[in-house]
């Protein structure tokens, strides 16, 4: 009888210490909160728990106007599977639909309310009647394994509340923590540091943000060459956790070595607000994040202001990506003619592109590889790559070039280069093109490995292929002069 009781006693400990835990932060009163989504979540055992819904400005046109609109988004913290109910407030529901679509998540309608789960780590946006601008987003982060005390005098703790930084900059072996539940406005700034970590759950952004009680009319963002997060002529840095409103740039990297930024979330809606850029640097590391940008999501650079040298080993992994204008990711086009760079040894797995919409055709390509300023791209890497119906842009856009707004001489050249894995469904995709720019400045070696085209696999020896057409025919893919060595195959 001792034994079974102690073997029940132990079971049902068990079972406590592995129930699905939820946690969710306070919002504070202020100027960012949205009403047009009431949201609740609850794990299989739990009481429904509400969290907070913030807005943020994204770029619905972009042409001879900025025009913008206020998406929502909301985060918690969760072990396991959740259980989310979502109440629509600003209109009529007739249908909705959760997006990365391959996720499998179906919502369920119940006049305004909708219910879905979802996992620990999933980055969704929920889209009511088609709108992917009045959308929400939800953040499902993992739980955090430790939190910085406020105590510790290498902390600078930011506490929940509003709080206003301004321009702060971080000296080394420094842990700048944002609480969740905190709407942080301001800048940090690490330069010339090591040892230094940005974590938390909380808001980043440089835009005003008030109490509702004091609330005022906002200026129009000015812009402005201070971006969000700076990290330059710095080491060992890390950025996770937080979620970002920039005016400039999310997170600038510029001539850094040793920089991990993992479980990262940005919104952006002014000119020239790319997500995260990389200039110059190395051994950089970039996991599980989702940007929604007015510019470029991710563009890795060599030179440019006052960063030099070459950019090599990049790796990103989990990347869910939104550009409501520009690239997705880019590569090449900034570098020094006089004192060429290499842009080399890039690679990139679990790749989600949720939209791409750019007018200018020398902008366009989810996937753009843009070798300028006698650049050298090479030993580059793409595995897993999802990309939707995109609205408007190409799906790549591989060129040795000459850009006179931007390049002072045409690219050096790009080889070795391998896509794996890489399906596109949809109707809107513009042609892709591939081009190198003479015979000195070409592209080789470049492999098309599973490549899915709206369900048929694209390869140089498939069924109902004319033997007259090049294989990039049947893909919508431009193959233009200076490009050899082109593969497109099939693998188990």
């Known amino acids: 009888m001792t034994k079974i009781y102690l073997l029940l006693t132990l079971s049902l400990f068990f079972l406590k210490c592995t129930e699905a835990e939820v946690i969710t932060y306070k919002q504070p009163d ?135 930084i301004g321009r702060m900059i971080v000296p080394s072996n420094k842990t700048v923590y ?46 402005s060459r201070n971006d969000q997060l700076l990290i330059q002529f710095s080491e060992n840095v890390k950025v996770s956790g937080i979620i970002e409103m920039p005016k400039g740039y999310s997170v600038m990297v510029g001539e850094s070595k040793n920089v991990r930024i993992n479980d990262f979330k940005a919104f952006s809606s002014t000119g020239n607000a790319d997500g995260i850029d990389i200039f110059c640097s190395k051994d950089v590391a970039i996991n599980h994040i989702f940007m929604r940008n007015s510019d470029d999501c991710i563009a890795i650079y060599g030179h440019r202001w006052k960063y030099y040298g070459n950019t090599t080993d990049i790796t990103i992994d989990n990347a869910t990506l939104w550009a409501d204008v520009a690239h997705p990711l880019l590569i090449g086009t900034h570098g020094d003619s006089d004192h060429p760079d290499t842009l080399q040894n890039i690679r990139l797995r679990n790749m989600t592109v949720l939209d791409h919409h750019e007018n200018q055709l020398d902008y366009q390509g989810c996937i753009a590889l843009n070798a300028g300023d006698s650049n050298l791209i090479r030993n580059i890497s793409f595995e897993n790559v999802n990309i939707g119906d995109i609205r408007k842009g190409q799906l790549f856009n591989l060129r040795v070039m000459f850009n006179r707004k931007y390049n002072t001489s045409p690219g050096a050249g790009m080889e070795d280069i391998v896509f794996k894995n890489v399906t596109y469904t949809g109707s809107h995709a513009n042609m892709s093109v591939i081009s190198g720019y003479d015979e000195q400045h070409a592209i080789k070696n470049l492999t098309f490995e599973n490549l899915k085209i709206n369900g048929t696999l694209i390869y140089d020896t498939m069924k109902g292929k004319p033997g007259f057409y090049k294989t990039g025919d049947m893909a919508n893919i431009f193959i233009g002069e200076h490009v050899d060595g082109v593969k497109f195959v099939i693998s188990d």
């Open 178 to 223: 944002i609480a969740g539940g905190a709407v942080v406005t301001g800048e940090l700034i690490i330069d010339h540091v090591k040892n230094v970590n940005i974590c938390g759950r909380g808001i980043l952004t440089q835009f005003p943000v008030q109490q509702n009680s004091s609330a005022t009319k906002q200026a129009a963002p000015q812009q």
């Open 30 to 164: 202020c100027s960012i909160i949205s009403h047009t989504y009431e949201v609740q979540v609850r794990d299989s055992h739990g009481k429904w728990q509400n969290t907070g819904v913030y807005h943020a400005d994204v770029a619905a046109r972009f042409d001879s106007q900025r025009i913008t609109k206020k998406t929502s988004f909301t985060y918690f913290d969760c072990s396991d599977s959740v259980s989310v109910r979502v109440k629509v407030n600003y209109t009529p529901v007739r249908g909705a639909r959760v997006r990365p679509s391959f996720l499998g998540i179906i919502p369920k309608i119940h006049g305004n309310i909708i219910e879905f789960s979802m996992k620990s780590s999933q980055y969704i946006s929920l889209e009511i009647n088609g709108d992917i601008f009045e959308n929400l987003q939800l953040f499902a982060n993992t739980i955090e394994k430790e939190r910085p005390s406020p105590y510790d005098p290498n902390v600078i703790y930011l506490g929940p509340g509003i709080q206003n």
